[in-house]
């Protein structure tokens, strides 16, 4: 089964960079969007089977998203960040995501121990 992958990023050159990546790894990218407003409101809809979601939005901090999205359901979270996860300390365990992979590190295989 390909996972359905919905990308929650506020910079549209890293959404498209990550799309063209995980669609040629067999993942099925069902959505993007900027903002966790907007990724609260897609994810409802388009019940993706992973969220990749951006510490550092816009409309808020990507640790205050993961219990909204948890409220939809069982999806996997990951969160994503152009820093190193030894940035957010034990934050990225206590808000209740999944996982982190850092931005440069994204690849197939990384979020296939996701969804195994």
Same mark, same amino acid.
């Given at each position: 089964?390909? =996972?359905?992958?919905?990308? &929650?990023?506020?910079?549209? !050159?890293?959404?498209?960079? @990550? ?5 040629? #790894?067999?993942?099925?990218? /069902? %959505? ?5 407003? %907007? $990724?609260?409101? +897609? @994810? ?7 969220? +990749? ?7 808020? &901090? !990507? ?9 939809? !359901?069982?999806?996997?979270? /990951?969160?994503? *960040? *152009?820093?190193?996860? *030894?940035?957010? %300390?034990?934050?990225? #365990?206590?808000? %209740? ?8 590190? +994204?690849? $197939? ?5 996701? /969804? =195994?």
């Amino acid at each position: 089964m390909n =996972a359905r992958v919905l990308i &929650v990023d506020d910079h549209p !050159g890293f959404r498209e960079q @990550a799309r063209r990546l995980l669609e040629l #790894e067999a993942f099925i990218v /069902v %959505g993007d969007t900027a903002t966790a407003e %907007g $990724g609260v409101q +897609l @994810a409802s809809i388009l019940t993706p089977d992973l969220i +990749l979601l951006d510490v550092m939005l816009p409309d808020a &901090v !990507g640790f205050d998203v993961v219990p909204l999205l948890r409220e939809q !359901g069982a999806v996997v979270i /990951v969160l994503i *960040s *152009s820093h190193d996860r *030894s940035d957010y %300390g034990c934050r990225i #365990e206590l808000c %209740g995501a999944d996982g982190f992979i850092p931005k440069d590190e +994204l690849s $197939g295989e990384s979020l296939r121990q996701f /969804v =195994a």
